[in-house]
């Protein structure tokens, strides 16, 4: 991966961490790794760069796990709740009660 796909990989999880879930889509993601079929080294560093930007750049003890949700034109990555925050799920429905 050259330096420019990987600002925009790291801008993805930047997104990521500020908002709780990302989308990128295949095209991008095949061009950052500039490959035709992604292998498991290619997920590997997705996890690896989410690990170190939360735990050297934000300063949390330990990264969130990611749950992954494919569809036929993009991944998606959403994280669990933050270590030391509030955050939890609550369905929209609930508030209008």
Request: charged share 35%; with cysteine.
């Amino acid at each position: 991966m050259d330096k420019r796909h990987e600002f925009e990989l790291l801008r993805a999880l930047d997104r990521l961490y500020i908002d709780g879930a990302v989308c990128i889509s295949w095209a991008e993601i095949y061009l950052w790794f500039n490959a035709e079929r992604l292998a498991k080294g290619a997920y590997r560093e997705i996890f690896d760069q989410w690990k170190e930007l939360v735990v050297k750049c934000y300063g949390h003890s330990k990264a969130p796990e990611l749950e992954v949700l494919t569809e036929s034109s993009m991944l998606r990555l959403r994280r669990g709740p933050l270590a030391g925050t509030k955050e939890k799920e609550v369905a929209l429905e609930d508030w209008t009660q």
